[in-house]
């Protein structure tokens, strides 16, 4: 009987690899973090400023842009301040359906911008590899808009990266190590908006 290639690795091996490679991108963050405070600073005033904040992102990072939405009008670790205008555009699927139907993928989230967004409004868009096509239109609708566009990007930042105000690529090709690096970039812009925030 041929054994399946996975039997031949031990589990312990390849977990202590991804463990190790994890730990190496997150530790890597130091080396961004003016830019982490720069988007925390961005996304504050304008949240302070009475404007709103929307996400977007597919897959594991639709995931995340709930919840960095979820914890600005819920809490992150304050329970003593005010709820904060943030909507994730991967939340509602009538809407997504309704235009993906309508129109096709690529316009859900574009469509749900020009609905929601004034001058003003940021966007944070999470993308493992940059080229989400939906992503991409997302960005260029929300600047026609007036809007601010941030991403957290991976890989090379690919073709968000130049229509981000404000970016930071996790320097991994490994989507999973990408996306637990942005889990703990939204924790730090999470903690800097509450310390703020009134």
Request: with cysteine; charged share 20%; proline share 3%.
């Amino acid at each position: 009987m041929v054994s399946k290639p996975e039997e031949n690795i031990s589990s312990s091996a390849w977990m202590r690899e991804d463990l190790a490679d994890s730990a190496q991108v997150i530790a890597r963050l130091q080396e961004q973090l003016p830019a982490i405070e720069k988007i925390g600073e961005v996304i504050a005033a304008a949240l302070l400023g009475g404007r709103k904040l929307l996400t977007a992102g597919n897959g594991g990072s639709a995931a995340e842009s709930l919840h960095l939405a979820e914890e600005l009008t819920g809490r992150y670790r304050r329970s003593d301040r005010r709820a904060l205008p943030a909507i994730s555009l991967a939340a509602d699927t009538t809407a997504l359906t309704c235009i993906a139907n309508d129109w096709d993928f690529a316009s859900v989230f574009s469509r749900q911008i020009e609905a929601l967004a004034q001058p003003g409004d940021a966007l944070v868009v999470f993308s493992t590899s940059g080229n989400s096509e939906n992503l991409i239109r997302a960005g260029q609708t929300m600047r026609r808009h007036g809007g601010t566009v941030i991403g957290l990007l991976g890989k090379d930042g690919g073709k968000l990266l130049p229509l981000c105000d404000h970016a930071i690529v996790v320097n991994s090709v490994r989507s999973a190590a990408i996306q637990e690096a942005h889990q703990v970039i939204l924790h730090l812009i999470l903690e800097f908006i509450e310390r703020r925030c009134p």
